[in-house]
């Protein structure tokens, strides 16, 4: 059993940047660890996975302004957000689990969940 919090959400201007974190239980070497995403009245959608062996993928709408790693020494794993727009607002959620790449984008495939923090981009 793992338990994910979550840090780092807030209110920020469009084209302004935050940086997420998740604080697993237990070593972050022993998981893939992914970020999702919960828009209002939307569902729960994949935004980035570094796995064990740290290979990274990232959802095509944040390619190229959202960075994902793990930080050893805080036994974290950081999501970097840089040029937010308005699409961005959401709850973010960070999860654990043992993904093969067909399901890596799936939120089925996670078995650890934290409970989300808030991102809002807003003027």
């Known amino acids: 059993q793992a338990q994910l919090v979550e840090s780092g959400g807030g209110l920020v201007q469009p084209g302004g940047s935050l940086r997420l974190s998740c604080a697993p239980s237990?070593?972050?070497?022993?998981?893939?660890l992914a970020w999702f995403r919960q828009a209002p009245g939307k569902e729960r959608e994949f935004v980035a996975v570094?796995?064990?062996?740290?290979?990274?993928y990232y959802a095509e709408s944040v390619k190229g302004r959202f960075t994902i790693f793990r930080d050893s020494a805080k036994n974290t794993v950081d999501l970097q957000m840089n040029s937010l727009n308005l699409e961005d607002t959401g709850l973010y959620y960070c999860?654990?689990?043992?993904?093969?790449?067909?399901?890596?984008?799936?939120?089925?495939?996670?078995?650890?969940w934290g409970q989300g923090t808030q991102v809002t981009v807003s003027s």
């Open positions: 570094v796995r064990r062996n740290n290979a990274k």
């Open positions: 237990r070593p972050i070497s022993d998981y893939d």
């Open positions: 999860a654990a689990g043992s993904v093969i790449l067909s399901s890596m984008r799936q939120r089925e495939t996670y078995y650890y």
